[in-house]
């Protein structure tokens, strides 16, 4: 490799950690202080940089957040997906499904802060609050696995008969109420919520 190639690639390293450290101190922010004071300003402060290094980077806030949301969601994503494939059965699919997802909001609160954070504050540029915004599903990935995981599990004889959308919403909203809901995770356990939640999903998968 050439000295300029190596000089490009060092600098392209540079600039991908500096972006990772931005990244988490926004994370940190909105943990400690919410959307609407997370200022550049403010991140910088928990990045020990200064704000017109974040502004090399990002064009702006929203420019940030939107990147942040993009990391939050891969980085569940990726972590469902890799414990949900290492089963072989529908029900331990599905079990693992919901057990992973509820892990992952046990073992990175910050980052769930985060994420709600920017759904519930942030807005397009037509004003539109993120939480308004519909799904698109065929970018969601969480969402195609589970319900193709319902869907093979109905079409092979492991699952009963039931609508595979309101099956895969049922799940999917009971997974986030964990997440959204303040009073049910002071009332309940993490693991407690999780394992009656696998004994009623696994009740409804018998269909009618």
């Known amino acids: 490799m050439k000295g300029d190639q190596k000089m490009e690639v060092r600098q392209s390293f540079i600039a991908e950690a500096r972006r990772e450290q931005i990244i988490e101190a926004a994370i940190i922010t909105l943990d400690e202080i919410g959307y609407v004071k997370a200022s550049l300003a403010q991140i910088a402060k928990r990045a020990r940089i200064s704000t017109a290094l974040i502004s090399y980077h990002f064009t702006d806030k929203s420019d940030l957040m939107n990147h942040l949301l ?32 509820l892990a992952y909001q046990g073992t990175h609160p910050e980052r769930n802060t985060a994420l709600i954070e920017i759904i519930f504050n942030a807005r397009t540029p037509d004003n539109i609050p993120y939480y308004k915004l519909s799904d698109d599903e065929d970018e ?11 869907y093979d599990g ?39 919520y999780g394992s009656e939640l696998v004994n009623i999903v696994n009740e409804a998968l018998k269909g009618y």
């Open 70 to 101: 993009t990391n939050l969601l891969e980085g569940s994503t990726t972590y469902i997906l890799e414990e949900v494939q290492q089963e072989t059965t529908h029900h331990r699919k599905i079990e693992t499904f919901i057990t992973a997802s």
């Open 140 to 150: 969601d990935p969480i969402m195609n696995e589970l319900k193709l995981i319902l």
């Open 154 to 192: 109905q079409k092979k004889g492991a699952f009963g008969e039931f609508n595979i959308d309101v099956m895969a919403n049922m799940i999917q909203g009971a997974i986030g109420e964990y997440m959204f809901n303040t009073d049910i995770t002071k009332k309940v356990d993490l693991k407690t």
